[in-house]
């Protein structure tokens, strides 16, 4: 990768204030080369989920931001953060599969999924059920906790500020379609938390007042450019490398779903150690 196009990649004040296509451009030309960043990754990623319209850059700034928040940079996030602090919204988590980013987590793919807010022991969890079972995310933080107790959950209410609080697609943003569908559940200061439900995984974002004060109004969200194609280079293909495990295999069909057998209740025909314990400790889906 060129160096100068390193700079501009490495400094999310000069990335917000490039010519996009410039950019894009130098990166499919050093493609070839293999070289990856930080920076790559996130701007190929936001443009592949939002798309190539042409924004101004403190709305091009949470896209950045939530795409590194997708991709796990939360230090090169801070940085977007702070180069740009009149970004319409923010990233607060995202538990979200990025695009060419092969996981079996997360995928709200499909009608057989229920998202819901509970309580579990004072705090707030972001609960998704589906065939392999219940998974809870921390409303604030967005990792994963594991519940001991299921009957020590109870239906998160709703706190009253929030049925104040403005809906998302009251602002002129440029956003994919599942934006518009953002709820409103958490209110204090000014801010605003909504939850987003897409194909691709479930998001929490943040709004500040005093940032959305003196933005345009009445147009709604329009999502054509993320239905678009990306306009540049495809973010690197991205597969799991960890060696197969129980633990993985759990994740992806549900612990309930997956068989495995006891030793003594396999043939003694079978002969090969290697297929003898992947049938015995890892499993397969039922």
Excluded: C
């Amino acid at each position: 990768m060129s160096e100068e196009l390193n700079d501009v990649l490495a400094d999310p004040a000069r990335l917000l204030t490039a010519d996009r296509a410039a950019v894009r451009n130098r990166i499919a030309a050093d493609s070839a080369n293999g070289v990856e960043s930080v920076g790559r990754e996130v701007f190929l990623q936001a443009e592949a989920i939002f798309g190539g319209a042409e924004v101004r850059p403190a709305e091009f700034a949470p896209w950045l931001h939530f795409a590194a928040k997708a991709t796990g940079h939360d230090e090169y996030a801070e940085q977007i953060a702070k180069a740009e602090p009149g970004m319409p919204w923010r990233t607060v988590w995202a538990w979200w599969r990025p695009a060419n980013w092969f996981l079996a987590h997360p995928s709200l793919n499909g009608d057989y999924y229920q998202v819901h807010r509970r309580l579990y022991e004072g705090r707030e969890l972001i609960e998704v059920a589906d065939h392999r079972g219940p998974l809870r995310l921390d409303a604030e933080t967005g990792r994963r906790v594991r519940v001991r107790d299921e009957a020590a959950l109870s239906d998160a209410p709703l706190p009253p500020e929030v049925l104040d609080a403005s809906s998302l697609d009251d602002w002129a943003l440029t956003a994919p379609e599942s934006w518009e569908g953002a709820v409103a559940f958490a209110a204090e200061g000014g801010r605003n938390r909504y939850l987003v439900e897409n194909a691709h995984g479930i998001a929490v974002l943040e709004t500040d007042a005093d940032v959305l004060r003196d933005w345009p109004r009445g147009t709604g969200i329009d999502p054509t450019s993320s239905e678009q194609p990306p306009p540049g280079p495809e973010p690197v293909h991205r597969r799991p490398e960890a060696p197969l495990s129980a633990a993985r295999v759990d994740d992806s069909f549900g612990e309930r779903h997956v068989v495995r057998i006891l030793e003594s209740a396999l043939p003694e025909g079978l002969e090969h150690t290697g297929s003898r314990r992947h049938l015995r400790d890892i499993g397969l889906p039922k």
